[in-house]
């Protein structure tokens, strides 16, 4: 076992924007897609760990991760020597055509994480989550003959016809893109936070489950139903975490009508809630089970290298010869990436200062960061809410009389940002704290007291 030397810790400055970067800030506005948002004035030079710095040579805590990708912090030393190491043997052969080692270990490695006895998995490689949903569908379609989805209010599945048809956090995202994909429909998400259907924490399970079966009674015959796709924990949506009787209840629902389960994991997957898939917090509780039929993984697989992942039991992924596949999917490159990756996660490389591996540190450092983002609450009672796994944390803000308050959000992680951490909004009223899982305990510090700083300096 390889123990990796604790990288460097840069001190923070913050200067913002610098010269350097409202230059390039200008001529990107004027030469890329008008679609990119750009809500914080920096640009990257350089990472290394958990500190990003710009080209103006302000150095911030990275407290989001380029969207819960980049796992393994910023050129770990690991993954960049796996990348190198195979960059110089083969970049591309293309994976729907010949097979090649690389892929081959990945996805055997992959599947002993969610295989159980006497049931294989099999694994189906793309670029992107939006990629990986869009396969996870049309398996789903393929296998059943049936072609209804059902997905959730509030979730986030890509860019792609398909899943910005299953996507519901905003219009926006569909907005002036119409015809969308027919035939699927969305259901309300368990938030206990926010109860939808008049339930109450303890009840919204229950309530969504009798919804969706409310819809099979009148709207949707259940028997043209092929999947439906959730995202066990939501991410997009406000980082919310269903009450534990949800899932096992959908499970059995899915199995009275034949349905296929998709967990969409690419946000919350690959050890970023403390498990290696973040539905493993609920299957198996209580002696209940909610093993899904297909799970879908992209950002954090490979810290940051292009590659997704489509998961399906063997007994599901039936569809022909040829009738899927992808010139880039399961690159090498990237594979290695993943692998380095998995080491570091798995705890088969050791990063020093994280415990045995990352997944057992984004448990532990993720307990410490709830616990005092909980304990902050007392002194500012605009923070509704503090919920999540592992670091997968979301903070609500909220009005006086409980509703959620987005422009005070937007307020405060500006605020945040301005000394110098990286953060990332997300819902209607919520950031996100998703950073790389390399995250020790006193980096962790050292983020909740900007934090701290910059919500003293709103009130
Ligand atoms: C749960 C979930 N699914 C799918 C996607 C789409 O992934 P990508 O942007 O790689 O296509 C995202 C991206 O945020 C996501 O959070």
Known sequence: MTTLPKPRQPELKTSLPGPKTAAIMERDSQHLSTSYMRPYPFVPDHG?????????GNTMLDFFAGIAVSTTGHAHPHVVRAVQEQVTRFTHVCLTDYPQEITTSLAE??????EKPGEKWRVFFGNSGAEAVEAAVKLARNHTGRSHIISTIGSFHGRTYGAITLTGSKTKYKRGFGPLLPNVSHVPYPNPFRPPLGATAGTCGQAVIDHIEGLFQTIIPADEVAAIIIEPMQGEGGYIVPP??????????CDRHGIMLIFDEVQAGMGRSGKMYS????????????????????????????????????????????????????????????HATLDLLEGV?????????????????GEFI????????????????????GMFIGLEFVMPDGRPDGKLRDAASMAM?????????????????????ILTREEAATGLEIMRDALRALK
């Open 244 to 253: 534990a009787d949800f899932l096992p209840k959908l499970r059995s629902l």
């Open 279 to 338: 539905f493993q917090h609920f299957d198996g509780q209580n002696g209940m089970n909610c093993q899904p039929d297909i799970i879908t993984v992209a950002k954090g697989i490979a810290s940051g290298m292009p590659i997704s992942a489509m998961l399906a039991k063997e007994s599901v992924m039936t569809w022909p010869v040829g009738s899927h596949g992808s010139t880039y999917g399961g690159n090498p490159v990237a594979a290695a990436a993943a």
């Open 370 to 389: 709830m616990a005092e983002l909980k304990a902050m609450q007392a002194e500012f009672p605009f923070i509704g809410d503090v919920r999540g796994a």
């Open 48 to 56: 290394e760990g958990v500190w990003l710095t710009d080209v103006d």
């Open 109 to 114: 490695r992959m599947v002993r994480h969610v």
């Open 349 to 365: 490389v050791k990063h020093s200062g994280c415990g045995d591996s990352l997944m057992e540190n984004a448990a532990q450092v």
């Open 417 to 437: 940002f301005e000394r110098g951490l990286l953060n990332l909004d997300c819902g209607e009223a919520v950031i996100r704290i998703s950073p790389p899982l």
